[in-house]
């Protein structure tokens, strides 16, 4: 692709993005995955029987399959885009197309544990997502969440068919802000390459 085909490349909503990729969107797990390498697993609670549990930008179920062998009460899928859900392979989940930039369609106070992996990425008013955030969380439950820091755009699609995401680079100062505003307590784990910082892993706790 040349560098003038770059520069006009289309770049798309989200869900717009995810619904022209959904089709072929399994095929970049293992991508996705050698991102996080299974290191969020660690800040997971060991049992999880009695949690209701909401994987927010579930899209057709990476995050969930660490989690379709461990007993849990309730799984929440929520994601913008139906196509993504639509793909998504397991009976035993509940789910919910949703814009969580409007709201997280779910009751206060009801979740044990919240996912929200490559998710902040695409959220423009992070005020906003974490107060709703912390309103469905029960006290002292926690989300377990990334930050990747994303050097180029994510192009998906073929030649002339190829499009970007839209995406909203966010600083580490803004996330922690933002968390605290609503009264999240924020701990957070540097993930370096090469020496380099390249994501974060956070845990925000409702206290």
């Known amino acids: 692709m040349s560098y003038q085909k770059q520069n006009i490349m289309p770049v798309l909503e989200v869900k717009e993005w995810f619904d022209k990729a959904a089709k072929e969107y399994r ?37 969930f399959e660490h989690f379709k062998h461990t007993w849990y009460h309730n ?3 929520v994601d913008i885009s139906q196509k993504m859900l639509d793909r998504f392979q397991s009976s035993a989940v509940i789910k919910c197309c949703a814009d969580v930039e409007e709201s997280i369609p779910l009751e ?36 377990v969440a990334s930050y990747f820091f994303q050097r180029h755009a994510f192009i998906f699609g073929h030649a002339d ?19 605290e505003y609503s009264f999240l307590h924020v701990d957070e784990w540097a993930i370096t390459e090469q020496g380099k910082v390249t994501w974060y892993i956070y845990e925000f706790k409702k206290d």
């Open 108 to 143: 206060d106070n009801t979740i044990d544990l919240a996912l929200a992996f490559f998710v902040i990425e695409y959220i423009a008013d992070l005020r906003y997502f974490f107060a709703e955030l912390s309103r469905v969380l029960k006290p002292w439950a926690t989300c």
């Open 75 to 77: 799984y929440i899928a």
């Open 27 to 63: 095929q970049y797990w293992s991508l996705l995955d050698s991102v996080d390498n299974n290191r969020f697993l660690r800040f997971l609670p060991r049992n999880l029987s009695n949690f209701t549990i909401v994987d927010i930008g579930s899209g057709d179920g990476r995050v």
């Open 161 to 179: 068919d190829s499009f970007k995401i839209e995406r909203f680079p966010h600083t580490y100062e803004e996330i922690k802000e933002a968390a």
